[in-house]
């Protein structure tokens, strides 16, 4: 939190004198001074949103690629120091080589998640369908 504000102190003491200098520019070269209205105002404040957010996704798309690309180093270095752990971190398919036979039935009865409602068989009797057996 500290270093954030000392680099938003900074860039905005840096700005300022940015600024401050070009003023001091266009003062010794003559330009005459025009006052800033509501409209000029509200263009500058839209742009700068505008930029703003764009700075703001490309921060995170750098972020993303930047992140990716050292995990994929790290993995690569990883693998280079520990080789046996290759065949802990491969992908299985669970069901390979299951595609028939009770070992196959087992997997596909606990994969399916559907709960099917059983359907409850009653006797007839005289009292249900109103007919004397």
């Given amino acids: 939190m500290i270093t954030f504000l000392v680099i938003a102190l900074i860039t905005f003491a840096l700005l300022s004198w940015v ?3 070009y003023l ?4 010794d070269q003559g330009v005459p ?4 209205t509501l409209a000029d105002a509200q263009r500058s404040a839209e742009q700068g949103a505008r930029l703003a957010r764009r700075g ?3 921060a995170q798309i750098q972020t993303q690629k930047a992140a990716s690309w050292v995990q994929q180093k790290a993995g ?9 752990a290759k065949e802990a971190f491969t992908k299985k398919d669970e069901l390979a ?16 998640r559907e709960e099917k409602k059983r359907v409850v068989r009653r006797k007839k009797t005289s009292e249900t ?5």
Wanted: hydrophobic share 40%.
């Fill in 19 to 21: 600024a401050y200098m």
């Fill in 24 to 27: 001091w520019w266009k003062k």
């Fill in 33 to 36: 001074e025009t006052p800033l």
């Fill in 56 to 58: 703001w996704y490309q």
């Fill in 76 to 84: 690569r270095a990883f693998f280079t120091i520990f080789p046996d």
């Fill in 97 to 112: 080589g299951f595609s028939h036979g009770p070992s196959s039935y087992f997997l596909r009865s606990i994969s399916e």
């Fill in 129 to 133: 369908t109103g007919v004397e057996i």
